[in-house]
């Protein structure tokens, strides 16, 4: 919002600097007019302030995003159409897959929950990980946490999302334990 606000200051004394004078200093001084060099200043000074505003702007938009980020929501789409090749829970050398039927229900889950975003700490512990495999290749780590919650981990950044699905992270402590 502050952004906008400024962009649009910046803006008017841009487009309108004999008016964005007045409004400053004019009105102090009785029967005044602006000097070129004033009307320059107050131009220059709007197209910096646009800029700075435009800055902002896009900076808080794409810092922004809470828990309905872009990520979580291409996950699920992913999940939904189906790119599912196999999963896989326990430590990754020796994670055994899951059943076609196992696998099914689990991405049906993962599809449907809500996920809520939060910033990774400097260090966080698990109980266990699984790994999702995707048709072209490419694969997702879930985090399969100490007290009981899974969480998607992206590749990048500092965000990570948890998984609020009470049966999904049952099927997955049966799972783990089953591969024990």
Known sequence: MGGFLLMLLGLFNAVFPYPSWYLSVGWRIKDAEPTEAALFTNRAVGVIAAIIG????????????????GYASAFQKRLLAGEVQEMRIGIPADAPSLSEEELARAVDLMAHAPMDGFTLGMS???????????????SDDLLITTSGGIELLPRSGDKAYRIQSDELESLFRAWMSRSD
């Open 54 to 69: 435009l800055v902002i702007m896009v900076s808080s938009c794409s810092f922004g995003g809470g828990g309905s980020s």
């Open 124 to 138: 966080y512990s698990g109980a266990g990980e699984a790994t999702i495999v995707y048709m072209d290749g490419t």
